[in-house]
């Protein structure tokens, strides 16, 4: 494996959402200013690592059911650090031969995944902005890997809550989504806070000290971002909801109405 390398400007002693999550998930790519922001969230939110590791399922069921349906081309925005289950890894399994793009705007989660994935031929990583779609899918790697004239799947998982309404997330998502060639598909899972909107003002003061900017939004201000795809069986629902493989749930998901939303839409 290649060194990791930061580049100028890296501040270990800044957390980093995508660090940050790595600890939710109890990985070890995170330093102490990470794990301290994290442990500020946990207080308010203590369920958030049941959260985290239920959207890393829902990847992996989406992947698998999105392979099922003939997808071969993977385009994962706002990646993060690279995981256990990975897309392409999960797309292999089920699709030997898929192609996987993963993109993000954090140049350290770059240098991490550049390192990581070197000697994966079927996967490149990009440095690119959600906010600036049109930049992504014309960039000379994604079309290189990708052919956007064929269908491909875009996922969008724990990603949109980091745009604010300012960046009119609806619209970026839209899009994406009219780029698309038909029979693509987009996959979006977004924090919903319908159960304890009051704990949200302390979480996103956290993250205003992070690399990314966390925005509290309840079902409702959701599920419009699903809106001119055709939902796929069961719609928009809880993570564990999502075509679950089992029906045993740690029982505080069961306890939650709504927590962390998740779909699959195919564009027609």
Known sequence: MEPVTMGPGFDPNVPNAARMYDYFLGGKDNFPADRA????????????PLGIRENREFLVRA?????????RQFLDIGAGLPTQRNVHQVAAEHAPGSTTVYVDNDRQVLAHARALLAGSPQVRVVEGDL???????????VRGHLDLDRPVA????????????????????????????????LA????????????APAVEQVYQGASAQFVARQSDEITPFFEGLDLVDPGVVNLHQWRPEHEAFDPRLLAVKNYFLCGVGRVS
């Open 63 to 71: 992947v698998r059911f999105l392979a099922g349906q003939g997808i």
């Open 131 to 141: 906010r600036r779609p049109e930049e992504i899918l014309s960039h000379p790697e």
């Open 154 to 185: 875009v996922l969008l998982l724990a990603i949109v809550h980091f745009l604010p309404d300012s960046d009119q997330p609806r619209r970026l998502i839209e899009e994406i989504r009219q780029a698309l060639a038909p029979g693509s598909y």
């Open 188 to 199: 979006i899972s977004h924090v919903a806070v319908d159960e304890r909107p009051e704990r």
């Open 37 to 48: 922001a994290a442990e500020q969230v946990l207080r308010h939110v203590p369920e958030i």
